[in-house]
């Protein structure tokens, strides 16, 4: 979608922190942190959120968490560190390109807002 911006960072025409891309996935660092450590894994294809998943996308799913994974222990928050999916306005979703949210490197209360 040419006017998401999530698709825009995918296809690297618009800036972003990026630090991991591949021909499924792309990471890149939140531009307004919410911890040390913020980082949005997001699908390379626009999936505006989840309630727009299937069966056909269940690797494509596994692959975001195995990627944020990854980056938890390149970040070195291994510790704790926290997997949100904002689904909907009332969740909290402003972008409309389904993303995973990596946060972690402070102490994280619970129950979330
Ligand atoms: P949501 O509220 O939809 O779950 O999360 C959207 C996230 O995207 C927010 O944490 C927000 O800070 C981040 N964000 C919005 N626009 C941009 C952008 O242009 N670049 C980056 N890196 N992050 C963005
Ligand atoms: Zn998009």
Same mark, same amino acid.
């Given at each position: 979608m040419s006017n998401c911006i999530f698709c825009r960072i995918v296809r690297s025409e618009s800036p972003a922190n990026i630090l991991y891309q591949d021909e499924d996935v792309t990471a890149f660092r939140d531009l $307004? /942190? !919410?911890?040390p450590v913020h980082i949005l894994i997001v699908p390379?294809? $626009?999936?505006? *959120?989840?309630? !727009? &998943? *299937? /069966?056909?996308?269940t690797a494509l799913l596994g692959k975001l968490f195995v990627v944020a994974r990854q980056l938890a222990e390149r970040e070195k928050i291994v510790d704790g560190y926290r997997l949100v999916v904002n689904n909907g306005p009332q969740a909290g !979703?402003? &972008?409309?390109h389904l993303h995973v949210h990596l946060l972690g490197g402070r102490a994280l209360s619970w129950p979330p807002g």
């Open positions: $307004h /942190p !919410q911890a390379n294809r $626009h999936i505006a *959120g989840m309630a !727009q &998943v *299937g /069966p056909e996308d !979703q402003t &972008v409309f």
